[in-house]
Every structure is written in structure tokens, then in C-alpha cells.
């Protein structure tokens, strides 16, 4: 396979996995063209921060880019930046986008990412109202983020939350509005919602669950939010956090498998030659898990970027991880590890009426998942645990894991 100096790779997107992507090519001895074209004025930079130490104000703006100018000079890596494409012509091998611009490439890696979903409302448009994805969402909003004012989050998961405890620590009244019975409903089990809705009620938000909005009301300014039921709440600031979809248009469009996600394999290749998709925007294989996932996550944009790199550099090393998440939350950390599609037992270890504990979930006798609050051993140890059920059969014996007696580093021995 040609990957010397004549061929031309081109990354459409401009976040994680098309940074690791560039990175990976290069320290696996690529030195053909790398040009990299993302639709923010922004260097490539960290998300998870944002809706936490960036929204806080402690950490600068330069903190958050993941590599300085200096290092794409450096490397021989060409950013289009604040530049939007319009069309993937697959057969003349070409990005187009406004006023002429246009690349052509060897191979293409998608790498779009995802967007904020839309809540489609009358009033969406008023003065005070955000969504929360970018670096330009944070900015628009930072300033306006006052000791007393009122913030309402549309939407109790993960990144509502998260901001909801930076407010909090800011000063403002936050009230946490969501359609579902609990908190995290699409994402964690009910006694971690449960946990977290005590931990927010403690630090004062207010939350509200089984909610239906009907729209934002104010002139310029949004002033209050009205319910289908014909009542109201008042707020000063809004953001909406009710999930994201991945950005797969330019891909669907140009006749790429498209199915809640860019369809790939194992190594990132979609179902036109010589295109790849890495990141929140592609469904792929998982075969420890033997099903397919769209994950949204920085472990998953690192290692699938990794993959797709070195199928193109010839040495093809496919991406197969357990998956894995965190979040922080006031002075808790929360590690996730395993997506269960089945789970027939749950062991705790610990009490989770306070904030360090462990909920272990098991399919059959096999430990598929384990969350854990402010227990980094048992998160690293179960980890190890779920790969070893996946991939070997490992079978583990509950009582274990619940004695705290027992440190998780000998669950592995």
C-alpha cells in the first residue's frame, strides 16, 4: 500500500478523533499531505471541560486546545478552520464547500462528530436561551452567569448536570427540568439516578421530572417557561441539554451507510472505498460485546482513531475496547465501565447513601458493568474483570466484590 509522500489524506473534522487520527498517521511514519477541515475558528479542543472548568472560568481558553499551533506547523498537518463543506463527491474523490474550496484526497476520514438535538419550541430563538456542545456555546453564556440568577437545565443527564453543579458553585439558582421519571433514565441504572438526585437536591437545585414544556416566553429576553399544562417558571437563562445526534448528512448524502450513526468495520472503513469514519458519528462493531454501538466518548474517539490510522498505514490493528465514561460532579467523580444490554444481578459495594461506592452489574455470571462513585480501584479493577468475562468467560463470584475486606486488586489475581 502507498503511504508515502504522494498520497493525500484528508480529515473532515477538526475534534478528538480527528486529532488522534493525524497523530497516530504521523508517529506511524505517514509523511504524505494531512490536511484536517473543521467548521469552528477553533484549534482542536477538549469538550469535556467545557461544561466544568471552562463554564466555571478556571480554566483559560488556551487550556482547553489539545495542541498549540506550533505543533500542526511542526507536523505538517494543514487546518482549514471556520470552514464548512457542502459536498463529498466519492468519485471524483473531492471536498467542496462555499467559495470554491475544494480538496481532493486518497483517502477521507469523517470525523463530524455530533450536535446538540433541537427542542423545536416557540420562543427557542429568545435572548438567554443555549444549547451547551461548544466552545462558542460556553462563551455566549459565561457572562451572563451571575450569583442570583435563575438558570433552568432542560434535560437531567450527564452534561446537564454537570453544569448544574458548576452554577450551583457559582451562585445562581438552578432548577433541572426533565421529560423522564428520573434523572439519567437513558443511560443509568434507577439507583445511580437516584444517588444523583439526592446529591443535587443537597446542593440546593431543584428537580423536576415527568415535565412537558410547551415554549419560551419573553420579548428579547427569555423570562419564563411555560408547561403544557398551562403553568409557568420563571428563569433568567435556559440551556438545553436533551442530547445530541451524530453528523452523518454529508455522509448519507454522498451514498455512505448511514444507520444512527456512518456504518463502519472493526478498523473504521465505511462501505465505500478508502473512507473511514471515527467518533461520535460512527456505529461500529463491537465484538467483545458482539453488537454495535454509537458512543460518544473521548477512550472511544482515541482508540477507533488509533484503528483507522493504522489500517491506512498497513499494519491494521482493529478496535475492539469495553467502553468507558466518567463524570464530575461537585466533589464526585463518577466512572463508568461496560454498556450490559441484560442485567439479572447487582452487587454494591459500599453505601451508596453516601458518595463512595461501587454498583456492580452482571449478566448471567459474568460481570458486564460496574459504576462507581469516588473508587477508582474497584472502576480499574472491574474494568479488567468485564474485558476478561467478554473475551475469556471469566465468571466472578459476587460475594467479592461486595466485601470490603477484599481489595480489587485481588480480583485479578
Same mark, same amino acid.
Given at each position: 500500500m502507498?503511504?508515502?509522500?504522494?498520497?493525500?489524506?484528508?480529515i473532515l473534522? %477538526?475534534?478528538?478523533?480527528a486529532?488522534?487520527?493525524a497523530m497516530?498517521?504521523?508517529q506511524?511514519?505517514?509523511?504524505?499531505t494531512?490536511?484536517?477541515v473543521?467548521?469552528?475558528p477553533?484549534l482542536?479542543?477538549q469538550?469535556?471541560?467545557l461544561?466544568?472548568?471552562?463554564?466555571?472560568?478556571?480554566?483559560?481558553?488556551?487550556r482547553l486546545?489539545?495542541?498549540p499551533?506550533?505543533f500542526?506547523?511542526d507536523?505538517?498537518?494543514?487546518?482549514?478552520l471556520d470552514q464548512h463543506i457542502?459536498?463529498?463527491d466519492?468519485?471524483?474523490?473531492t471536498l467542496s464547500g462555499?467559495?470554491?474550496f475544494?480538496l481532493a484526497?486518497?483517502?477521507?476520514?469523517? %470525523?463530524t462528530?455530533?450536535?446538540p438535538?433541537?427542542?423545536?419550541?416557540?420562543g427557542?430563538?429568545?435572548?438567554?436561551?443555549?444549547?451547551?456542545?461548544?466552545?462558542?456555546?460556553?462563551?455566549a453564556m459565561?457572562?451572563?452567569?451571575?450569583?442570583?440568577k435563575?438558570?433552568?437545565i432542560i434535560?437531567g443527564?450527564?452534561i446537564?448536570l454537570?453544569?448544574a453543579?458548576?452554577?450551583?458553585a457559582m451562585g445562581?439558582?438552578?432548577?433541572?427540568l426533565? %421529560?423522564?421519571?428520573?434523572?439519567?433514565a437513558?443511560?443509568?441504572?434507577?439507583e445511580?439516578?437516584d444517588f444523583?438526585?439526592?446529591?443535587h437536591?443537597s446542593?440546593?437545585?431543584e &428537580?423536576?421530572?415527568?415535565?412537558?414544556?410547551?415554549g419560551?416566553q419573553?420579548?428579547?429576553?427569555?423570562t419564563?417557561?411555560?408547561?403544557?399544562?398551562?403553568?409557568?417558571?420563571?428563569?433568567d437563562?435556559?440551556i438545553i441539554?436533551?442530547?445530541?445526534?451524530?453528523n452523518?448528512?454529508?455522509a448519507?448524502?454522498?451514498?455512505?451507510e448511514?444507520?444512527?450513526?456512518?456504518?463502519?468495520d472493526e478498523?473504521?472503513r465505511?462501505?465505500v472505498?478508502?473512507?473511514y469514519a471515527?467518533?461520535?458519528?460512527s456505529?461500529h462493531?463491537n465484538t &467483545?460485546l458482539?453488537?454495535r454501538?454509537?458512543?460518544?466518548?473521548?477512550p472511544?474517539?482515541?482508540d477507533?482513531?488509533?484503528?483507522?490510522?493504522?489500517d491506512? &498505514?498497513?499494519?491494521?490493528q482493529?478496535?475492539?475496547?469495553?467502553?468507558?465514561?466518567w463524570?464530575?460532579?461537585y466533589?464526585v467523580?463518577?466512572?463508568?465501565?461496560?454498556?450490559?444490554?441484560?442485567?439479572?444481578?447487582k452487587?454494591?459495594?459500599?453505601?451508596?447513601?453516601g458518595?463512595?461506592?461501587a454498583?456492580?452489574?452482571?449478566?448471567?455470571k459474568?460481570?458486564?458493568?460496574v459504576?462507581?462513585?469516588?473508587?477508582?480501584g474497584e472502576?480499574?479493577?472491574?474494568k479488567?474483570?468485564i474485558l476478561?468475562?467478554?473475551?475469556d468467560?471469566?465468571?466472578?463470584?459476587?460475594?467479592a466484590?461486595?466485601?470490603?475486606s477484599?481489595k480489587p486488586?485481588s480480583?485479578?489475581?
Amino acid at each position: 500500500m502507498q503511504v508515502g509522500t504522494q498520497m493525500k489524506i484528508v480529515i473532515l473534522g %477538526a475534534g478528538q478523533a480527528a486529532l488522534q487520527t493525524a497523530m497516530s498517521l504521523r508517529q506511524g511514519g505517514f509523511d504524505g499531505t494531512i490536511d484536517m477541515v473543521g467548521n469552528e475558528p477553533f484549534l482542536p479542543y477538549q469538550r469535556p471541560p467545557l461544561s466544568k472548568a471552562y463554564l466555571s472560568g478556571k480554566l483559560e481558553r488556551e487550556r482547553l486546545f489539545l495542541k498549540p499551533q506550533s505543533f500542526y506547523d511542526d507536523h505538517n498537518i494543514t487546518l482549514h478552520l471556520d470552514q464548512h463543506i457542502d459536498t463529498i463527491d466519492v468519485q471524483g474523490s473531492t471536498l467542496s464547500g462555499p467559495n470554491s474550496f475544494q480538496l481532493a484526497y486518497d483517502k477521507l476520514v469523517i %470525523a463530524t462528530g455530533s450536535r446538540p438535538r433541537q427542542l423545536a419550541l416557540e420562543g427557542r430563538d429568545l435572548d438567554g436561551v443555549f444549547d451547551l456542545r461548544g466552545m462558542a456555546d460556553i462563551d455566549a453564556m459565561s457572562s451572563a452567569f451571575e450569583p442570583g440568577k435563575k438558570l433552568t437545565i432542560i434535560g437531567g443527564g450527564y452534561i446537564g448536570l454537570e453544569a448544574a453543579s458548576v452554577a450551583r458553585a457559582m451562585g445562581l439558582e438552578v432548577v433541572v427540568l426533565e %421529560a423522564a421519571p428520573r434523572l439519567l433514565a437513558r443511560v443509568a441504572e434507577p439507583e445511580i439516578s437516584d444517588f444523583y438526585a439526592r446529591l443535587h437536591k443537597s446542593h440546593g437545585v431543584e &428537580l423536576r421530572t415527568d415535565c412537558q414544556i410547551s415554549g419560551f416566553q419573553g420579548c428579547q429576553n427569555v423570562t419564563a417557561i411555560g408547561f403544557q399544562d398551562g403553568s409557568h417558571l420563571d428563569t433568567d437563562l435556559v440551556i438545553i441539554g436533551i442530547g445530541i445526534l451524530p453528523n452523518v448528512e454529508l455522509a448519507s448524502a454522498a451514498g455512505i451507510e448511514v444507520e444512527n450513526g456512518i456504518v463502519v468495520d472493526e478498523l473504521g472503513r465505511t462501505n465505500v472505498p478508502g473512507i473511514y469514519a471515527t467518533g461520535d458519528c460512527s456505529l461500529h462493531p463491537n465484538t &467483545l460485546l458482539g453488537r454495535r454501538l454509537r458512543l460518544e466518548s473521548v477512550p472511544h474517539a482515541i482508540d477507533q482513531s488509533k484503528a483507522v490510522a493504522s489500517d491506512i &498505514l498497513g499494519s491494521a490493528q482493529p478496535y475492539q475496547e469495553i467502553p468507558w465514561f466518567w463524570s464530575d460532579q461537585y466533589d464526585v467523580k463518577l466512572q463508568i465501565s461496560g454498556v450490559p444490554d441484560k442485567i439479572d444481578h447487582k452487587v454494591l459495594r459500599g453505601d451508596d447513601t453516601g458518595a463512595s461506592f461501587a454498583w456492580f452489574y452482571f449478566t448471567g455470571k459474568k460481570l458486564t458493568g460496574v459504576t462507581t462513585v469516588n473508587r477508582p480501584g474497584e472502576f480499574m479493577a472491574g474494568k479488567q474483570l468485564i474485558l476478561k468475562a467478554y473475551r475469556d468467560g471469566h465468571e466472578m463470584d459476587p460475594a467479592a466484590l461486595a466485601d470490603e475486606s477484599v481489595k480489587p486488586k485481588s480480583w485479578l489475581a
